[in-house]
């Protein structure tokens, strides 16, 4: 059974506006989260990050929010630009000794049409 | 050359035949990590090293057999594979293995496109 999900596979969002990317989670014991960015052709690349203490975490463009009550949370790209279309990977981790293991989503492919 | 490099980016292979991918990282990384991601499927952690050790065997079948000469280069030999394993195999490295940002914050290789005939 899938620890992390992102139930849409795609979103299509005009240039300029919010887009949001969700995920949800089901292991309580997660206790750091990440969001990863995938052009065609080339691996993921880390996008921003946040631990389970915190409720926010902003880098420019991008926040990622936390909701642990609900076990879940997204991304945030304000203003949407082009350049921002690719593959959106959530991943989880649980802590302590899991030396670097990451669960992933499924992805969402993000469209941002000009 | 930066970041992660994988060779070769497309591999075709006969179920009988054994080839091998190769990765290398050119962070200064202590962790490396192989990576499956099928059609439809998430991303799936085969194997992590720390520091050429193997610390992780994500329950992978032996027909896969990693090897990490030193903390830069890490292989993924493939010997009587399946049709099921082609894939979209990918190599990650990080600072360490020792979980929190310097292990879960990971640099992808472009990674290597597994057909299995």
Known sequence: DQQVKQNSPSLSVQEGRISILNCDYTNSMFDYFLWYKKYPAEGPTFLISISSIKDKNEDGRFTVFLNKSAKHLSLHIVPSQPGDSAVYFCAASAGGGSQGNLIFGKGTKLSVKP | ?117
């Open chain 2, 1 to 117: 050359e930066t970041g992660v490099t994988q060779t070769p980016r497309h591999l075709v292979m006969g179920m009988t035949n054994k080839k091998s991918l190769k990765c290398e990282q050119h962070l200064g990384h202590n962790a490396m990590y192989w990576y499956k991601q099928s059609a439809k499927k998430p991303l799936e952690l085969m194997f992590v090293y720390s520091l050429e050790e193997r610390v992780e065997n994500n329950s992978v079948p032996s027909r896969f057999s990693p090897e990490c000469p030193n903390s830069s280069h890490l292989f993924l030999h493939l010997h009587t594979l399946q049709p099921e394993d082609s894939a979209l195999y990918l190599c990650a490295s990080s600072q360490d293995a020792m979980g929190g940002r310097r292990s879960y914050e990971q640099y992808f290789g472009p990674g290597t496109r597994l057909t299995v005939t």
